[in-house]
């Protein structure tokens, strides 16, 4: 069965330090993964998607993601974080049929000033 | 561009009453169609998920039920709603074929039982 793992629940970093937000998944076949943000009391906001090719995706907001296939493994990645960027973190992955998302259980990062 | 819409943003329901959450969606046709819950401190569970009118796949048993009576509309109901139902419930969509399409969120539910 499909599952993502997010073994970080919180993270607090000092703004404009560097960020990684681990995401690590189980999925018998090539996975499409994704990473989205939600701000308190709102849906969530795609932030970038690995469906092939270069392993290493750009997003929004200055964002990046690595896939690395032998790690199973989809880390979120900002060089300077902003205090704008304090939110709920969450990585998913989808089905081959495109039919079902599932989703880890979140990171929330707080930013320090 | 596609618009995804979803109401009430907030809703305090006394336990045992019934309920409908609505979703629309605009600009896009035949898509996927999803109900999330998130409760709190917790990620996201999928709850139902429609690939066409009138095609339900459950994914938790439990006390809610959905429909989707027309293409671009995605409801969930429940006849009487228990303490645990309380949470945050997301409405999502993305395009059924051809793959490459994440899910796109409406602003979510704030229900709360009492």
């Known amino acids: 069965a499909q599952s993502v793992t997010q073994p970080d629940i919180h993270i607090t970093v000092s703004e404009g330090a560097s960020l990684e937000l681990r995401c690590n998944y189980s999925y018998g076949a090539t996975p499409y993964l994704f990473w989205y943000v939600q701000s308190p009391g709102q849906g969530l906001q795609l932030l970038l998607k690995?469906?092939?090719?270069?392993?290493l995706v750009q997003g929004i907001k200055g964002f990046e993601a690595e896939f690395k296939r032998s790690q199973s493994s989809f880390n979120l990645r900002k060089p300077s974080v902003h205090w704008s960027d304090a939110a709920e973190y969450f990585c998913?992955?989808?089905?081959?049929?495109?039919?079902?998302?599932?989703f880890g259980s979140g990171t929330k990062l707080n930013v320090k000033p | 561009s596609q618009t995804i819409h979803q109401w009430p943003a907030t809703l305090v329901q006394p336990v045992g009453s019934p309920l409908s959450l609505e979703c629309t969606v605009e600009g896009t046709s035949n898509p996927n169609l999803y109900w999330y819950r998130q409760a709190a401190g917790r990620g996201l569970q999928l709850l139902f998920y429609s690939v066409g009118i009138g095609q339900i796949s459950s994914e938790v048993p439990q006390n809610l039920s959905a429909s989707r009576p027309q293409d671009r509309q995605f409801i969930l109901s429940s006849k009487k709603l228990l303490l645990s139902d309380s949470g945050f419930y997301l409405c999502?969509?993305?395009?059924?074929?051809?793959?490459?399409?994440?899910?796109?969120f409406g602003n979510g539910t704030r229900l709360t039982v009492t």
């Open positions: 998913a992955v989808v089905t081959y049929n495109f039919n079902k998302f599932y």
């Open positions: 999502a969509w993305s395009r059924m074929t051809g793959g490459n399409s994440p899910l796109h």
């Open positions: 690995y469906f092939s090719g270069d392993t």
